[in-house]
């Protein structure tokens, strides 16, 4: 399975074309299970994601944090 890349602007960065949007796993949607939203952001890297998609809105910061203790 690829998910193919895209390039974003002019400096290089290239992401996979499908990302993983991570505001349901620190709101939204009720409370959310760590061990589930680790499991899946493996999941996605694994499968060639590269683009994880979160916001400082998310929290402030604790969206960013899960992310961190998942990578």
Known sequence: MSLGKQKLG???????SIGLGCM???Q???PA???E???T??????????????????GPFI???LLGRAL
């Open 63 to 65: 969206n960013e944090e």
């Open 37 to 39: 939203s680790i499991a």
């Open 28 to 30: 939204s949607y009720g």
């Open 41 to 58: 952001i493996h999941r996605a890297i694994e499968l060639g994601c590269t683009f994880l998609d979160t916001a400082e809105v998310y």
């Open 10 to 16: 002019s400096q290089g960065l290239v992401v996979s």
């Open 33 to 35: 299970d760590e061990a």
């Open 24 to 26: 349901g796993m620190s």
